[in-house]
């Protein structure tokens, strides 16, 4: 069974997604600054997928 796990600002979300047996971390990611012509994303994938972060309208994929 999956739980989504949030905390949330006035200007940013964080966010998990656990496997409650396990304690696993399905995936993971933040948005902050949101509401400013500076905001930002982060989207992280599960073991070692890779990381994709969005910033004013850019969108790029890294590794880890």
Do not use: H, I, Q, Y
Request: glycine residues 18%; charged residues 25%; hydrophobic residues 35%.
């Amino acid at each position: 069974m999956w739980t989504l796990v949030l905390n949330c600002g006035s200007s940013s979300v964080k966010f998990a997604l656990l496997d409650v047996r396990s304690g696993a971390v399905g995936l993971s990611g933040l948005a902050e600054r949101l509401g400013s012509g500076d905001a930002s994303a982060r989207l992280d994938l599960p073991g070692g997928g890779g990381r994709w972060r969005c910033r004013a309208g850019r969108t790029r994929r890294r590794s880890r």
